[in-house]
């Protein structure tokens, strides 16, 4: 399976100017989108806490969070951004695209939008 990358613009929800963009990789196993910290200070944004996130090895992580504007395709969301070491490849998480109604075709690696945003999961 192929990777997927989409150019993100991640903004101060209090200082809209301060920005910073970037090509992430779309991550559909990770909840929530991570930026090198060095960004996310350049750009005017703190921790507001920690939380605990487990890795694919099954290894449990204390990360600091914030909270930011994430925009890509068109569309903004307000959501969970993680504090990225500075060398760390920045990740659109599922949260941010499910948020907004895009998720990834498996068929051809892709990003599309759906008709509606979901409301529930599907069965």
Same mark, same amino acid.
Request: no cysteine; charged share 25%; aromatic share 4%.
């Given at each position: 399976?192929?990777?997927?990358? %989409?150019?993100?613009? =991640?903004?101060? $929800?209090?200082?809209?100017? !301060? &920005?910073?963009?970037?090509? #992430?990789?779309?991550?559909?196993? &990770?909840?929530? *989108?991570? /930026?090198? !910290? $060095?960004?996310?200070?350049? =750009?005017?944004?703190?921790?507001?806490?920690?939380?605990?996130?487990?890795?694919?090895?099954?290894?449990?992580?204390?990360?600091?969070?914030?909270?930011?504007? =994430?925009? #890509?395709? @068109?569309?903004?969301? @307000? @959501?969970? %951004? +993680? #504090?990225?070491?500075?060398?760390?490849? $920045?990740?659109?998480? /599922?949260?941010? +695209?499910? *948020?907004?109604? =895009?998720? /990834?075709?498996?068929?051809?690696? !892709?990003?599309?939008?759906?008709? &509606? /945003? !979901? +409301?529930?999961?599907?069965?």
């Amino acid at each position: 399976m192929g990777t997927t990358h %989409v150019t993100v613009t =991640i903004r101060n $929800p209090a200082e809209p100017d !301060r &920005a910073w963009e970037g090509l #992430f990789l779309v991550d559909t196993s &990770a909840t929530d *989108s991570l /930026v090198p !910290r $060095p960004h996310l200070e350049a =750009i005017g944004l703190g921790p507001k806490g920690h939380r605990v996130y487990e890795l694919a090895n099954g290894d449990e992580l204390k990360m600091e969070i914030t909270v930011a504007e =994430i925009e #890509f395709m @068109g569309e903004t969301v @307000g @959501g969970t %951004v +993680l #504090f990225g070491e500075a060398g760390a490849e $920045p990740l659109l998480g /599922v949260t941010a +695209l499910a *948020s907004v109604g =895009i998720e /990834v075709d498996p068929t051809n690696q !892709r990003l599309k939008r759906l008709p &509606a /945003v !979901r +409301l529930k999961t599907m069965r």
